[in-house]
């Protein structure tokens, strides 16, 4: 039973540090913050889970909790990064947050405006293009830097394994 909370000292580990850096950072580097709160939850976990079997050399304890808590160590950190890219991207809670701080309530032609899907899709593009992660080139885009099609594979894996499924949508096989 104490083996089950490696991976969740491991998660504890992983958000402490994504919080850490992301204020160090001043919120500059959102993603670089969820990957070092990853990585740092990752390092303690592959340390806690040496420590926990090297006085016991069965074999069967071994694969146990190797095959028990790593996924369990991957699944609370696609939880936690999909609970705090919520904030990030959901338009939804963005939306509603931007009409809550204003008392009086905004315009309905501004809300039109701010968040009609041609201007969702400019500001999306342009952040890519700023980022380098797209290059503009005459009526082209084309892919710059090759860290999102990286995560992108590996949360989709990550989707896949734990879903079963490559889309919320999909109906299982």
């Known amino acids: 039973m104490l083996s ?3 991976p969740i ?5 992983n958000l402490i540090v994504q919080v850490v850096c992301y204020r160090q950072w001043r919120g500059t580097r959102f993603f670089h913050s969820v990957l070092a709160g990853f990585a740092a ?5 592959v340390v806690l889970e040496v420590l926990y079997l090297l006085p016991r050399p069965s074999t069967d304890e071994i694969a146990t909790a ?7 160590y991957m699944a609370l950190g696609y939880c936690y ?3 705090v890219q919520l904030g990030q991207t959901s338009i939804r809670i ?13 315009k309905i032609e501004d809300v039109a405006l701010e968040y009609s899907d041609e201007e969702l899709l400019k500001v999306r593009l342009q952040r890519l293009i700023e980022s380098g ?21 590996i949360l989709w894996a990550a989707k896949r394994f734990l ?3 490559e889309s919320e949508f999909e109906t299982p096989a």
Not at 41 to 45: H, M, Q, S
Not at 136 to 147: I, N, P, V
Request: hydrophobic share 45%; net charge positive; proline share 5%.
């Open 94 to 106: 963005r939306l509603y947050s931007e009409i809550a701080s204003h008392p009086d309530g905004m």
């Open 163 to 165: 879903l079963g499924k």
């Open 9 to 13: 000292v491991s998660t504890a580990v």
């Open 66 to 72: 190797i095959l028990v808590n790593a996924p369990i």
């Open 4 to 6: 089950l909370l490696i």
């Open 81 to 83: 990064y999909n609970f």
């Open 41 to 45: 939850g990752f390092a303690v976990f």
């Open 133 to 153: 992660d797209l290059i503009r080139r005459d009526d082209r885009y084309l892919t710059g830097r090759k860290r999102l099609p990286l995560a992108a594979s």
